[in-house]
């Protein structure tokens, strides 16, 4: 029989404190989605490439499929559910669907919170700073010009 050995975190996510008890070999997105029910945490490669799982961790973006839950013990979350502003949609939200920067969706949650992170660091990029930073990002219905152009909106 094996001995699981469970581990205690603490982190914020959304601004709520959860206090939860994970194996080590936790993914991060099987805690958001699983645990938590945040399933705006989307699953494609799981192989940190596409993007879709991104959440920010302390403000910046991660990749939730290749991230240990135990790994994040003590920080800060962001999951597309925590962006509304009072039961708003976010400007980058709003941007995004102002501009049609979607078809499917899939990607969405991952690039609204990339380029949530983005502006924060750099709130006036140009358009190849925004290209850079979105680079890790895929998008297979768009084409990535109406995105573009969402994320230059706001700039
Ligand atoms: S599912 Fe995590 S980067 Fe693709
Ligand atoms: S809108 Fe479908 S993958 Fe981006």
């Given at each position: 029989?094996?001995?699981?050995?469970?581990?205690?975190?603490?982190?914020?996510?959304?601004?709520?404190?959860?206090?939860l008890s994970v194996e080590?070999?936790?993914?991060?997105?099987?805690?958001?989605?699983?645990?938590l029910s945040l399933k705006g945490t989307?699953?494609?490669?799981d192989v940190e490439v596409c993007g879709a799982c991104t959440v920010l961790v302390d403000r910046l973006p991660v990749s939730s499929?290749?991230?240990l839950a135990v790994d994040v013990d003590g920080r800060s979350l962001t999951t597309v559910e925590g962006l509304d502003e009072n039961g708003r949609?976010?400007?980058?939200?709003?941007?995004?669907?102002?501009h049609a920067a979607m078809q499917c969706g899939?990607?969405?949650?991952?690039?609204?919170l990339a380029t949530t992170a983005l502006?924060?660091?750099n709130p006036k990029p140009s358009?190849?700073?925004?290209?850079?930073?979105?680079?890790g990002n895929i998008c297979r219905c768009t084409g990535y010009i109406k995105i573009l152009e969402a994320v230059k909106s706001l700039v």
């Open positions: 029989m094996v001995d699981t050995q469970t581990v205690e975190i603490a982190i914020s996510v959304n601004g709520c404190d959860r206090r080590p070999s936790d993914l991060l997105i099987d805690v958001l989605r699983d645990r989307k699953r494609s490669c499929c290749t991230t949609l976010s400007r980058v939200q709003q941007a995004f669907v102002d899939f990607c969405t949650p991952g690039m609204v502006l924060e660091i358009e190849a700073e925004i290209r850079h930073f979105l680079r």
